[in-house]
């Protein structure tokens, strides 16, 4: 099951206390909260992420795009930029598919899950939060619930 996150609002509530960064990119415990939420999630089995991304795009697609060189200690030949070299490389645990879309600066939550849906497969329910905020909800429960309901839509917390 795939889990799409909305990572593309300007955050203006939190821009005066961090200007560089997108609110789901500032780090908690040296890592973004995005990859908090993201963590979260794959406890509970989601290794497929689809990520609506707008305001300050870059700085979520350098994370991803580079991930693995963050995670290791590296020699780069500036004469071959092709040559790198990994030492003692630590993979990460993580065993995630993240796609990385552009749905606009200025697009409102419905159309930027509207901008995701190619990406998303037709033939299965699909998980939607914010990348700004951290909870501590039984998602498994949350799917139970939606599934045995057999609504289009579940809003978090319903019981």
């Known amino acids: 099951m795939q889990v799409v996150i909305l990572c593309?609002?300007?955050g203006t509530r939190i821009r005066d206390h961090h200007e560089t960064l997108p609110k789901p990119m500032i780090p908690i415990g040296g890592k973004p909260i995005l990859?908090?939420?993201?963590?979260?999630?794959?406890?509970?089995?989601?290794?497929?992420?689809?990520?609506?991304?707008?305001?300050?795009?870059?700085?979520?697609?350098?994370?991803?795009?580079?991930?693995?060189?963050?995670?290791?200690?590296?020699?780069?030949?500036?004469?071959?930029?092709?040559?790198?070299?990994?030492?003692?490389?630590q993979e990460p645990s993580e065993n995630w598919r993240v796609t990385l879309v552009d749905t606009g600066n200025d697009?409102?939550?419905?159309?930027?899950?509207?901008?995701?849906?190619?990406?998303?497969?037709?033939?299965?329910?699909?998980?939607?939060?914010y990348g700004d905020g951290l909870g501590d909800m039984d998602i498994a429960a949350q799917l139970s619930f939606h599934r045995a309901h057999g609504r289009r839509a579940t809003r978090s917390g319903a019981r």
Request: hydrophobic fraction near 40%; include cysteine; charged fraction near 25%.
């Open 8 to 10: 593309g609002g300007m």
């Open 35 to 89: 990859w908090h939420i993201m963590k979260y999630y794959a406890h509970f089995g989601f290794q497929e992420f689809v990520l609506c991304l707008g305001y300050k795009r870059e700085a979520f697609v350098d994370f991803f795009l580079h991930y693995r060189y963050h995670h290791s200690d590296l020699t780069i030949d500036l004469g071959d930029p092709e040559a790198i070299q990994f030492h003692n490389r």
């Open 107 to 129: 697009t409102m939550t419905g159309g930027r899950i509207k901008r995701v849906l190619p990406y998303v497969r037709d033939d299965e329910v699909f998980a939607l939060t």
